[in-house]
């Protein structure tokens, strides 16, 4: 395929990045490069993954300072056009890195601009700028905040590039609202039930709840260090907020009512390993486009397919909630707040547009609130579903598009309700539950 002469929009925005690239135009050869004389990827044959061929020497490619074209273009010497090899082996792999470079830097005049500016700010911060690994895989270096890292091996997505594992325990957060009743209360079993964990390296609660914190021979006792964190703000977002003392990549999120066992923890923790860039828990949710209304809709009906999964009791690595807190614009953090709801669907649609995956459901377990429409739970409210309905329309027109991915699958432990001896079963409770 011979490169795409496409001149439009994209000539102002490639011409800032390359004069900012070249301030010296003594710099260049004597062939001018003009940005209409570049592949542009801006074009629909790179939205349909075809491949650049480019034979034409000195060439400035688009944002080459940080991308690899090699891995998604046929480059070779106009001089040697017959000495061009076969590379019929290489063609899925270039058609996907085109298609990934096409949506993650050049699918919109936003993309293409926001691109532009990071690449100039790690020019300027460089001793905090990203490296090529971070650009040139998925889910791209705009996700991949440097403020938070510039080690591959810190963030969920490269672990398998990198040849590492994360880390073999985890942190619970769990989210408290109400005062301690009883030593009987959910909370208090919740946090044994978790305690009880062997991935368990420790409990945080953040005590969101207007009453003052109850002193800490209130709290039971745990083989694991439980700390307790007062919100500052006593806001919803906060539940997300990258606290200094979550140290391990994995957090267990967990709502105060949550009903878990200690096996269902460890069940989902060893499922999270082998997905630590996604969400991994038990309440499922899904949405649907609503063609009478001309809007999406959220559904808690229990189908044969799901979008989302609550973070009431889930598991997701460290990173997300950094990202949650400073890359999801204040305008929709302000909306959680006020709203006292939604910030597990913001969660979701941070994470599946991240992924462009689905969340992992683990086990058919239905039920996981104990006390899920009492007077003090947020889901006894008749306007809680009705708020849930006008998030989904707000985040997805924020991104741009809808970003959650309907998914069928469902992790099960091995021989789950087979009819074998209960002795050979790991997870020997669950099926009871």
Not at 400 to 416: I, K
Request: net charge positive; proline share 7%; charged share 15%.
């Amino acid at each position: 395929m011979s490169p795409v002469l496409d001149p439009g929009w994209f000539f102002l925005t490639f011409l800032l990045y390359f004069l900012l690239r070249f301030p010296n135009p003594n710099t260049l050869n004597n062939t001018m490069i003009l940005p209409f004389g570049v592949v542009s990827l801006t074009s629909p044959s790179s939205q349909a993954a075809c491949i650049p061929f480019i034979l034409s020497n000195g060439w400035e490619l688009p944002f080459s300072e940080v991308i690899d074209w090699r891995k998604a273009a046929i480059i070779g010497d106009e001089r040697l056009l017959l000495q061009v090899g076969k590379c019929y082996e290489m063609i899925l792999a270039l058609r996907q890195q085109t298609q990934f470079l096409w949506d993650a830097y050049f699918s919109s005049v936003a993309k293409i601009v926001l691109t532009t500016l990071e690449i100039i700010q790690d020019r300027v911060d460089s001793h905090v700028s990203r490296n090529r690994l971070l650009w040139n895989s998925l889910p791209s270096g705009l996700y991949a905040l440097p403020q938070y890292s510039i080690d591959p091996a810190q963030f969920p997505f490269y672990y398998g590039i990198l040849g590492k594992s994360p880390s073999q325990q985890f942190t619970a957060v769990i989210h408290s609202v109400t005062p301690l009743q009883s030593q009987i209360s959910p909370v208090m079993k919740l946090i044994i039930a978790v305690a009880k964990s062997k991935f368990c390296a420790q409990i945080v609660v953040l005590w969101n709840c207007d009453k003052p914190l109850p002193p800490r021979n209130k709290w039971p006792s745990t083989s694991v260090p439980l700390t307790v964190v007062e919100g500052q703000t006593k806001m919803m977002s906060s539940r997300f907020f990258p606290y200094d003392v979550i140290l391990t990549d994995a957090v267990l999120s967990l709502d105060e009512d949550s009903v878990l066992s200690t096996n269902e923890v460890d069940f989902a923790f060893i499922v999270w390993q082998s997905f630590p860039d996604r969400i991994v828990g038990y309440p499922a949710r899904s949405h649907y486009w609503d063609s009478s209304r001309s809007r999406w809709g959220y559904t808690s009906k229990w189908t044969n397919d799901y979008s989302m999964v609550l973070t009431g009791a889930a598991f997701y690595h460290r990173y997300y909630h950094y990202l949650f807190t400073h890359y999801v614009p204040t305008s929709l953090l302000t909306m959680v707040d006020h709203m006292a709801n939604c910030e597990d669907i913001l969660m979701n649609f941070l994470v599946s547009a991240v992924t462009k995956q689905p969340p992992i459901k683990v086990t058919q377990k239905k039920q996981y609130k104990e006390t899920m429409m009492t007077q003090a739970s947020r889901w006894a409210d008749p306007d809680h579903f009705a708020q849930r309905q006008t998030c989904m329309n707000t985040f997805s027109h924020w991104l741009g598009f809808m970003p959650l991915v309907h998914s069928q699958m469902r992790l099960d432990p091995v021989l789950f309700r087979d009819q074998v001896s209960i002795l050979r079963k790991k997870y020997r409770d669950i099926e009871r539950l």
